[in-house]
């Protein structure tokens, strides 16, 4: 069954193909226009999307010498997102679906996301807790099967977007995460002391609002040549406070749950400062394992809806042409 998978919710436009399961393409085009902005514009963002998602699908099923007329079956994310680029994803697979004559299958963006540990040789037993780490949400999830219950979310800003804004008051370019994890690898975690925060009367939430802040009034505190000077260290201990605030949260939700398979996922799995200090949890619980998704699989791709909407697909589901993009798609609000 050869699977076509569409991913445009944010400015990533990304095509990917699947094959019984296989990955053979996973074409990502990311959008450069909105550098300059520091931030995505959602217009350029959904007028890029038309630009480019024809030559990224046309190249994806080239790398993976497959013919349009071969595919199976389509899955595209319908949301979360930006309205006017999930429109344009969606309106595409509806089109290929019609043409050809094939079921498509609508994918909520953050379930992609739980799939990316799924493809290639990682073999997750259930039940297991995913952390969801992205430029737009953070979150912990008990998983079992396609039963999803969320654990834990941010009251405010998610990890991802700390880290842009971070990296905006450093006078840092967009994506900032990238950026302060470059510097960091030459700065000292330690300097500076920023704020690991917790949520009251909700243990299991994340906040990363304050941590924005105290770095904002840190940098206020400091001239141009020290921050320039003292660049490394900021980046560093702020980045440390960001990643020891996902590991605190999930250290107790491991020793409460007593769940020892962890995925992680997102964008910010792709930190490696984050991925060193996750592991070190498995010197505390030696029944724990954690996976992460390859690099190339954190970030928004076509490859985790395509693996999404291949497990649907051999279940006999399918969308209604009437699918409608959902900009505030959610999995699950049901709490422990």
């Not at 999404?308 to 969308?319: E, F, N, P, R, V």
């Amino acid at each position: 069954m050869n699977i076509l998978g569409i991913e445009t919710s944010c400015d990533e436009t990304s095509a990917a193909i699947i094959k019984d399961g296989l990955l053979l393409s996973n074409v990502v085009y990311s959008q450069k226009i909105h550098v300059k902005y520091g931030g995505v514009v959602p217009e350029y963002a959904s007028r890029e999307h038309e630009k480019n998602l024809l030559n990224t699908i046309t190249e994806a099923l080239k790398i993976a010498k497959i013919d349009l007329n071969n595919l199976d079956a389509i899955a595209v994310t319908y949301g979360p997102g930006l309205l006017g680029s999930l429109l344009v994803g969606l309106n595409m697979a509806k089109g290929i679906s019609i043409g050809l004559n094939i079921p498509f299958i609508g994918i909520n963006h953050m379930e992609g996301h739980l799939f990316a540990n799924l493809i290639g040789k990682n073999k997750l037993k259930h039940p297991y807790i995913c952390l969801l780490v992205s430029g737009g949400h953070t979150q912990i999830w008990n998983v079992n099967d396609t039963d999803y219950k969320l654990i834990s979310d941010s009251i405010d800003d998610a990890a991802g977007e700390a880290f842009d804004k971070g990296a905006k008051i450093l006078g840092l370019k967009y994506p900032g995460g990238p950026e302060i994890e470059k510097l960091a690898c030459d700065g000292n975690p330690e300097k500076y002391k920023f704020p690991r925060p917790n949520v009251k009367n909700c243990k299991y939430s994340f906040s990363f609002s304050g941590l924005k802040t105290s770095l904002l009034y840190k940098s206020k505190d400091m001239s141009s040549k020290e921050i320039n000077d003292s660049m490394a260290d900021l980046c560093a201990s702020y980045q440390e406070a960001i990643i020891d605030t996902l590991i605190i949260k999930l250290d107790l939700v491991i020793c409460e749950q007593k769940i020892y398979n962890i995925s992680i996922a997102g964008g910010v799995a792709a930190n490696n400062r984050f991925r060193f200090k996750t592991n070190l949890l498995v010197n505390k619980y030696p029944d724990l394992i954690v996976t992460f998704p390859e690099v190339k699989l954190c970030t928004d791709n076509a490859a985790m809806i395509a693996a999404a909407g291949y497990h649907k697909i051999l279940d006999k589901q399918a969308s209604d042409y009437d699918l409608k993009a959902d900009p505030n798609l959610s999995l699950d609000h049901n709490r422990f």
